[in-house]
């Protein structure tokens, strides 16, 4: 069975301040999406990192994926109230490519 | 485009009451998803279509049903709502492995 471990499960920061999250799993990544979803609304993908060792950066946000793919990491930067939402990690399921399973996510919350 | 869209947004069902979630993607995306969201518990597959009359069960498929008619529509069923059912639903559409495009969900609560 594919587990999607995410840490940590809340975070709450001020304006300004740097944060990473992490997802790990527990085989290799054939490749991993990473989600943000707002309150009240679905989720929307931010990225997809395929490749062990590879770098990925939208605006102020950093991707990491591990060299083994095992795990991977987002980091933002300064953070903005805007930036305020549930985090997911997400892989091809392994008995087939057309689903996707869901790790629980980071919940993020940036205060002003 | 207006993508995926869902109906209703919110919806009380008292027990033993049935329900028909709408889903509509004008994407012309093959696969089409319904997930559940529980409080800290991230989304749990409960079907999904490969394309027009097929459909597969997911991870938490009990007390649901499916049907894919055309392309574009995705309908979930309850039959008899249970408060187990409370949740939040989401449908998506992909057009290949590494995206899904969500609908803003509906809110169920069964009491």
């Known amino acids: 069975t594919q587990l999607l471990e995410q840490s940590p499960q809340f975070l709450s920061i001020q304006e300004g301040e740097n944060l990473t999250v992490y997802c790990n799993s527990s085989?290799?990544?054939?490749?991993l999406q990473w989600y943000r979803q707002e309150p009240g609304e679905g989720p929307v993908l931010l990225v997809t990192v395929v490749t062990g060792g590879e770098v990925k950066k939208l605006k102020r946000l950093t991707f990491q994926f591990g060299d083994a793919r095992k795990d991977s990491s987002l980091h933002i930067t300064a953070a903005q109230p805007g930036d305020t939402g549930l985090y997911l990690c997400?892989?091809?399921?392994?008995?087939?490519?057309?689903?996707?399973?869901f790790g629980k996510g980071t919940m993020l919350l940036v205060s002003p | 485009n207006a993508g995926v869209t869902q109906t209703p947004k919110f919806r009380i069902l008292k027990i033993g009451q049935s329900m028909t979630l709408q889903c509509t993607q004008d994407m012309n995306h093959n696969y089409m998803y319904w997930y559940r969201q529980d409080p800290g518990m991230g989304l749990k597959l409960i079907y999904y279509?490969?394309?027009?009359?097929?459909?597969d069960k997911g991870e938490v498929p009990n007390g649901y049903n499916v049907s894919r008619s055309t392309t574009e529509d995705f309908p979930l069923r309850l039959e008899l709502a249970a408060p187990s059912q409370t949740s939040v639903y989401f449908c998506?559409?992909?057009?290949?492995?590494?995206?899904?495009?969500f609908g803003p969900g509906t809110r169920l609560t069964v009491l």
């Open positions: 997400a892989e091809p399921t392994v008995s087939g490519y057309s689903t996707l399973t």
């Open positions: 279509s490969v394309g027009a009359g097929i459909t």
């Open positions: 998506a559409s992909r057009v290949d492995v590494h995206e899904q495009f």
């Open positions: 085989s290799v990544f054939s490749s």
